[in-house]
Protein backbone atom coordinates (compact mmCIF):
# COMPACT_ATOMS: atom_id res chain seq x y z
CA UNK A 1 0.00 0.00 0.00
CA UNK A 2 0.90 3.16 -0.92
CA UNK A 3 1.68 5.54 2.49
CA UNK A 4 1.50 8.67 0.00
CA UNK A 5 -2.40 9.49 0.93
CA UNK A 6 -3.37 13.33 0.21
CA UNK A 7 -6.76 14.88 0.93
CA UNK A 8 -8.08 18.21 -0.20
CA UNK A 9 -8.68 20.01 3.08
CA UNK A 10 -9.14 22.91 1.55
CA UNK A 11 -12.07 22.52 -0.77
CA UNK A 12 -13.85 20.79 2.63
CA UNK A 13 -13.32 23.38 4.93
CA UNK A 14 -15.00 25.96 2.25
CA UNK A 15 -17.76 24.42 1.66
CA UNK A 16 -18.87 23.93 4.87
CA UNK A 17 -18.88 27.38 5.84
CA UNK A 18 -22.08 29.88 5.24
CA UNK A 19 -21.95 33.52 4.27
CA UNK A 20 -22.81 36.04 6.35
CA UNK A 21 -26.00 38.39 6.19
CA UNK A 22 -25.71 41.14 3.66
CA UNK A 23 -26.87 44.37 4.38
CA UNK A 24 -29.96 45.70 2.40
CA UNK A 25 -30.40 49.11 1.23
CA UNK A 26 -30.08 51.10 4.03
CA UNK A 27 -30.40 48.01 6.46
CA UNK A 28 -27.57 47.46 8.98
CA UNK A 29 -26.43 43.99 9.36
CA UNK A 30 -27.11 42.51 13.01
CA UNK A 31 -23.87 41.30 14.87
CA UNK A 32 -25.75 38.50 16.57
CA UNK A 33 -25.77 35.00 13.89
CA UNK A 34 -27.92 32.03 14.45
CA UNK A 35 -31.39 31.96 15.63
CA UNK A 36 -31.08 35.01 17.83
CA UNK A 37 -30.09 37.35 14.08
CA UNK A 38 -32.96 35.96 12.69
CA UNK A 39 -34.87 37.49 15.49
CA UNK A 40 -33.32 40.57 15.50
CA UNK A 41 -33.86 40.52 11.12
CA UNK A 42 -37.26 39.93 11.75
CA UNK A 43 -38.15 42.74 14.17
CA UNK A 44 -39.42 39.99 16.77
CA UNK A 45 -36.74 41.04 19.11
CA UNK A 46 -34.99 44.80 19.62
CA UNK A 47 -31.37 43.51 20.99
CA UNK A 48 -29.82 40.70 21.52
CA UNK A 49 -30.64 40.06 25.23
CA UNK A 50 -33.94 39.98 24.20
CA UNK A 51 -33.79 37.54 21.61
CA UNK A 52 -31.70 35.59 23.95
CA UNK A 53 -34.32 35.88 26.61
CA UNK A 54 -37.26 34.83 23.96
CA UNK A 55 -34.83 31.87 23.26
CA UNK A 56 -34.42 30.50 26.90
CA UNK A 57 -38.70 30.98 26.98
CA UNK A 58 -39.33 29.15 24.33
CA UNK A 59 -36.72 25.70 25.59
CA UNK A 60 -38.88 26.62 29.03
CA UNK A 61 -42.15 26.24 26.95
CA UNK A 62 -41.44 23.03 25.31
CA UNK A 63 -39.95 21.32 28.37
CA UNK A 64 -43.20 22.12 30.42
CA UNK A 65 -45.08 20.86 27.14
CA UNK A 66 -42.88 17.61 26.70
CA UNK A 67 -43.79 17.07 30.74
CA UNK A 68 -47.69 17.15 29.97
CA UNK A 69 -47.38 15.22 27.17
CA UNK A 70 -45.57 12.56 28.87
CA UNK A 71 -47.13 12.34 32.06
CA UNK A 72 -51.03 12.56 30.95
CA UNK A 73 -51.18 11.14 27.66
CA UNK A 74 -48.12 8.28 27.33
Not at 48 to 68: K, Y
Request: aromatic share 8%; charged share 20%; hydrophobic share 45%.
Amino acid sequence: MSDQVQFDTDMQTDALHRPGPAPGFGQAVPEESGMAGWLMRHRLAKSSRSAQGMLVAVIVVDLIATFVVIKYFV
